[in-house]
């Protein structure tokens, strides 16, 4: 079975002005869709891309102005990490410390450079320095300039009791393979795929487990090229892994199933198509709210309640 790598991540943040304002304004991301939680209609729900909103280049979160703070630990996801240039090293470590956001001095994986820093909400997050990137399409209508601009995901760690379990999932069912060993880091990458391809496990047992929150990730989700591939994904984890897989949830932009990996983080499968042009033109992507048909109705109302972010 192949994959072609994570669709998003999603993260619960606090105040939904400071959230939109990190990740436009200081890492340079586009809002590519502002709508609600579907399950939560009174709460915002941000998408942020690359200039289309591609597949592996979407960060989403769910801004809840009063969310209690996240706990870091085991069976969660515990970094999520960007492609830059890897000449954009030295440019963003310097943009990161004089917006006062500390980052770690650069450190090496398996290579490659890689500069960790928190968000505002304590969501740790890392830009990893890739060679030969310079000419892939970026989104260059914020402050930090095109040639240093982030090209989507680069992987998620995820920070578990034992690989094994979750390894198993990754490799059978997404078409992951091991690809090597620093320390406690395992790498798992899917083959030929540049953007969003890699998931990194690290081992800790005997940790304290994460406790959800503001600066937690919520899931992360995989990518499924159509309904037929998710289907089948879907099956294989229920009759080879013996595990749950919830239902089809459209979400106006993509289709997904959800289920808890072994590790205890929740992982979703969602299908590329229709993507984020569905209801807005490429050109004006995250520029008016848009509401589940569901909830049209009600617009006035969750219009009401929704923080000014404008």
Same mark, same amino acid.
């Given at each position: 079975m192949r994959s072609t790598g994570l669709h998003h991540v999603t993260a619960i943040a606090g105040p939904a002005r400071r959230n939109l304002d990190f990740y436009t304004r200081i890492l340079g991301l586009r809002l590519v869709k502002k709508t609600v939680n579907f399950d939560d209609p009174g709460t915002y729900h941000f998408y942020f891309g690359d200039a289309a909103g591609s597949p592996g280049s979407i960060l989403t979160f769910f801004p809840w102005e009063h969310a209690a703070e996240g706990r870091a630990g085991v069976g969660e996801t515990q970094e999520t990490a960007f492609? $830059?240039?890897?000449?954009? *090293? =030295?440019?963003?470590?310097?943009?990161?410390?004089?917006?006062?956001? &500390?980052?770690?001095? %650069?450190?090496?994986?398996? =290579?490659?450079?890689?500069?960790?820093?928190?968000?505002?909400? /304590?969501?740790?997050? @890392?830009?990893?320095?890739?060679?030969? *990137?310079?000419?892939?399409?970026?989104? =260059?209508?914020?402050?930090?300039? !095109? #040639?240093?601009? $982030?090209?989507?995901?680069? &992987?998620?760690?995820?920070?578990?009791?034992?690989?094994? %379990?979750?390894?198993?999932?990754?490799?059978?069912?997404?078409?992951? #393979?091991?690809?090597?060993? #620093?320390?406690?880091? $395992?790498?798992?990458? @899917?083959?030929?795929?540049?953007?969003?391809?890699?998931?990194? *496990?690290?081992?800790?047992? /005997?940790?304290?487990? /994460?406790? !959800?929150?503001? =600066? &937690?990730?919520?899931? *992360?989700?995989?990518?499924?090229?159509?309904?037929?591939?998710q289907a089948q994904m879907a099956e294989r984890l229920t009759t080879q892994h013996g595990l749950g897989v919830t239902g089809q949830r459209d979400r106006n932009y993509f289709r997904s199933v959800y289920f808890r990996e072994p590790g205890g983080v929740l992982f979703e499968i969602a299908t590329d198509a229709p993507g984020f042009a569905v209801d807005e033109a490429p050109e004006s992507l995250g520029e008016a709210l848009k509401l589940p048909a569901q909830y049209e109705a009600h617009r006035s109302e969750i219009e009401a309640v929704l923080p000014a972010v404008a």
């Open positions: 492609r $830059i240039p890897e000449a954009s *090293i =030295g440019f963003w470590s310097g943009r990161l410390v004089a917006l006062g956001l &500390s980052p770690d001095l %650069p450190e090496k994986r398996f =290579g490659a450079t890689v500069l960790v820093f928190k968000d505002p909400d /304590g969501m740790r997050l @890392a830009l990893v320095g890739v060679p030969g *990137i310079e000419a892939e399409p970026a989104w =260059g209508g914020g402050e930090v300039p !095109q #040639e240093h601009a $982030i090209r989507g995901m680069h &992987s998620v760690t995820l920070l578990l009791k034992e690989a094994g %379990p979750t390894a198993a999932i990754l490799t059978d069912v997404f078409g992951f #393979e091991e690809t090597g060993r #620093e320390g406690t880091r $395992i790498r798992y990458a @899917a083959r030929g795929t540049a953007v969003g391809g890699i998931v990194d *496990i690290r081992e800790a047992g /005997g940790f304290l487990p /994460g406790r !959800q929150g503001r =600066g &937690s990730v919520h899931h *992360i989700a995989f990518r499924a090229a159509d309904d037929a591939a």
